[in-house]
Nanobody, 124 residues
C-alpha cells in the first residue's frame, strides 16, 4: 500500500506564498507521475499541476500557470507545490495524488493514490 501525506497548508494573505509538501510512504516506488488537485467548498476537485518521475516534465492548469511550481525529490519520495502570488480564489483543500504510470493526467479517475488533503486559505 501507498500512503500520501500532505503538509504545509495554512492561512495567508493575498499576494503571499505557501509551499505544500506530499510525502509518499509504504511502497513509494509504486508511485510514478504525481499531481496536485484542489477542491473548494461546493465545487468539484480540479487539477492544479502534475509532474513525471522519470524526467520531471510538468503540466499546469491555466489558472495557476506562472504562479505555482511543482517539483519533486525522488530520493525523498516527496513532491512539492510552491504557490506564489496567491489569490482568494486559490482557497481550497489541496490534495496530492499519485499514479502507477509515469504519464501526466489531469482528471481524478486516472490517479491511484490520494492524500487526505491540506487546507489553504487566502484572505483578501
Amino acid at each position: 500500500q501507498v500512503q500520501l501525506v500532505e503538509s504545509g497548508g495554512g492561512l495567508v494573505q493575498a499576494g503571499g506564498s505557501l509551499r505544500l509538501s506530499c510525502a509518499a510512504s509504504g511502497r513509494p516506488f509504486s508511485v510514478y507521475a504525481m499531481g496536485w488537485f484542489r477542491q473548494a467548498p461546493g465545487k468539484e476537485r480540479d487539477f492544479v499541476a502534475a509532474i513525471r518521475r522519470s524526467d520531471g516534465n510538468t503540466y499546469y492548469a491555466d489558472s495557476v500557470k506562472g504562479r505555482f511550481t511543482i517539483s519533486r525529490d525522488n530520493a525523498k519520495n516527496t513532491v512539492y507545490l510552491q504557490m506564489n502570488s496567491l489569490k482568494p480564489e486559490d482557497t481550497a483543500v489541496y490534495y496530492c495524488a499519485g499514479r502507477t504510470l509515469d504519464v501526466i493526467a489531469t482528471i481524478t479517475s486516472r490517479y491511484d493514490y490520494w492524500g487526505q488533503g491540506t487546507q489553504v486559505t487566502v484572505s483578501s
